[in-house]
């Protein structure tokens, strides 16, 4: 079994410490999580146990042979095609057949010497066993799975969005079929549709996966192991990200009850030695305070997840905080979302996801008034006062110190402003930075505090984990849990939007379905879907298979049938549109399912594949059988 091992590692830059005495083990099956804070070292620990930075101490221990694979953050394409940035992968193998290309071309005029012979048989060999006699379809293969056609093959790679790029960049890694995956922010600009769809590749996955991203759910999903850097120090636990947190919190009490004991134990021996010192029992002050100087002191826990932060009171506002009316909106003659109503009331959180691309951002930029609509309307209820957070943070002066932006805007004292940007996790002199150059993650916490500390009773968020680390994005859930306002959130934090949201709403090809509960819950809704699905198909699958004899069977079936379908009608009509709206989102999602299967079939790849050509057309049918049935109950519902 392949493994690496990584056995007391340690880096500085200058006098900073990044982290130091650092041990653990990757196996062939593991799958582990690099955890912590902004800042904690996690994408350097990453590059030095690649290999791409240099350790100040420890070592890195891995077989000769085994392979890696590697997903860097943000990592530029150029202007080459999508297959020629996929070939980089395949480096090592062109320049064997180069090599292998000469040496034939020599040998074919001059005769060959004993070493020419051994030369040839070894190219020939590793060419083999690196898998380059049939890497062309294998890439093919790679690309297709990851959803580019054979018309993206001649791109340019740079022109690509990011959500492609970081597929593109995601290829290179796994072409190889490596035995160690190393993969930093996989899930960055992915949709849910994607992220769902990586989270089943990884699980299946054979080699080892050492993974860095703040996505707690794709976490939750996927690892079998957590390792935590904070603090310059690296700790381990098994199980999944809920397993961590729950292990981690368990340890946090447990040392800080140990360093309670010993603050107390120390104070008294303090007390006894100050008290005997002089006195006839001085020989056993002298004694206690020679253990007290051999004692190995406890260092206080760490708990800066545990800082809070509170919203000012939001202000009454009306029951209808927001009203779009047979809204539509698009860029010139291309609609992005047509004629869609949605009310959102008082005290609501609504969760507003879809696949990238699908408008929403462009819905919320017209909800605030940045963009008009084509038709319809949008209407702000009364004593509804809106706070926008937008990706681009627009409102922070780059030439004010962090301590400014909050003093200025809200009239705060030094010490006032200092606290509470304490409870985002401005430090020491982190306050006196400029705004200007402060980091992604950094920009993002001062704008979501500045937009707290406003008082708005409405918050419409796009995005707003964006580049925060976990500890942030927990301190944001505690504060929008305890919000008495109304949200309106854009976000691919599935994590976050099942802490925070009360009501999720698909919005895709431009229409909106409801969902009255959280990410979770809207998930539990789509099996129960596809669960009643599978019972109808089986339950005609098996009425197909009876004679005319079978009739009663047959009627007992509808009846069973027209049972189910009556328990599920709902007594009002607001509920049953809500039901249609939600067969209409599932017939959408399996009518683009079949347009997948049909661009597949037409691969020439899967066309010279019988046992992939029969898979797919089996997938088509049972799709289909799904389809006719859900067919079938849009017709009922709109009786």
Not at 131 to 137: K, L, R
Not at 523 to 529: A, I, M, P
Request: with cysteine; net charge negative.
């Amino acid at each position: 079994m392949e493994r690496i091992r990584m056995i007391g590692l340690g880096k500085s830059f200058g006098v900073r410490q990044v982290f130091s005495n650092v041990s653990f083990e990757l196996k062939e099956g593991d799958r582990l999580a690099l955890v912590g804070p902004n800042g904690a070292g996690k994408s350097t620990l990453l590059k030095c146990i690649l290999g791409y930075e240099e350790l100040d101490e420890g070592n890195v221990v891995k077989s000769p042979v085994a392979s890696i694979g590697y997903l860097q953050q943000d990592v530029n394409l150029g202007d080459d095609s999508l297959a020629t940035e996929i070939e980089k992968a395949w480096a090592d193998v062109h320049a064997l057949e180069k090599q292998l290309k000469e040496l034939t071309s020599r040998l074919e005029s001059e005769e060959a010497s004993e070493s020419d012979l051994q030369r040839l048989d070894y190219l020939q060999n590793r060419l083999e066993w690196l898998g380059g006699y049939d890497y062309e379809q294998k890439t093919k293969r790679i690309v297709y799975g990851l959803g580019f056609t054979d018309d993206d093959l001649d791109k340019p790679a740079n022109a690509f969005s990011g959500g492609q790029k970081t597929r593109i960049n995601l290829a290179k890694a796994l072409v190889r079929s490596p035995d160690f995956l190393f993969l930093d922010e996989p899930t960055n600009h992915l949709d849910m549709d994607m992220l769902e769809w990586l989270e089943g590749y990884l699980s299946a996955y054979q080699g080892g996966i050492f993974i860095v991203s703040h996505d707690r759910y794709f976490l939750d999903r996927i690892v079998t192991g957590v390792v935590e850097l904070d603090n310059h120090k690296a700790t381990t636990y098994r199980g999944n990200y809920s397993r961590y947190i729950q292990q981690r919190d368990e340890r946090l009490k447990a040392d800080m009850v140990a360093y309670e004991k010993q603050q107390e134990y120390i104070k008294k021996t303090e007390a006894y030695i100050d008290k005997y010192r002089a006195g006839i029992k001085s020989k056993m002050a002298r004694g206690r305070q020679s253990q007290l100087n051999r004692l190995e002191r406890l260092e206080a826990p760490v708990t800066s997840h545990h800082l809070q932060f509170s919203f000012p009171p939001a202000a009454m506002s009306a029951d209808k905080v927001l009203v779009l009316d047979r809204l539509s909106v698009g860029y010139g003659e291309s609609r992005i979302i047509n004629d869609i109503s949605l009310v959102v009331r008082r005290g609501e959180s609504v969760a507003l996801i879809g696949p990238n691309g699908a408008g929403k951002s462009t819905l919320v930029k017209t909800i605030v008034g940045e963009l008009f609509p084509e038709n319809g309307h949008v209407d702000i209820g009364n004593r509804v006062q809106v706070g926008y957070f937008s990706q681009e943070h627009e409102e922070l002066h780059d030439s004010w110190q962090v301590v400014e932006e909050i003093m200025n805007h809200f009239n705060y004292s030094e010490d006032k402003a200092r606290n509470v940007l304490g409870s985002f996790l401005f430090k020491g002199d982190d306050v006196f930075k400029l705004v200007g150059e402060l980091s992604g993650g950094e920009r993002a916490r001062l704008a979501l505090l500045k937009l707290f500390l406003q008082g708005d009773n409405f918050l419409i968020l796009d995005e707003p984990t964006n580049h925060l680390d976990i500890p942030t994005r927990e301190i944001v859930e505690r504060a929008l849990q305890q919000f008495e306002g109304t949200c309106f959130i854009i976000s691919h934090d599935r994590y976050f939007l099942d802490q925070v949201s009360t009501k999720t709403v698909i919005l895709d090809e431009g229409k909106i379905t409801e969902y009255l509960g959280n990410y979770s819950y809207y998930k539990e809704k789509l099996k129960e879907q596809e669960d009643l699905l599978a019972l109808a198909n089986e339950k005609n699958f098996e009425s197909s298979k009876s004679d005319s004899k079978a009739t009663p069977t047959n009627e007992s079936m509808l009846s069973a049938s027209e049972t189910i379908e009556e328990n599920q009608k709902k007594p009002n009509a607001y509920m049953v549109e809500k039901q249609l709206a939600e067969v209409e989102a599932e017939i959408a999602r399996l009518e683009a399912t079949m347009k997948m299967y049909e661009v597949q079939l037409a691969n020439p790849v899967v066309q010279q594949d019988l046992d992939e050509m029969s898979k797919i057309s089996i997938q088509i049918e049972e799709t289909q059988t799904e389809l006719d049935s859900l067919y079938e109950k849009w017709e009922r519902l709109c009786e």
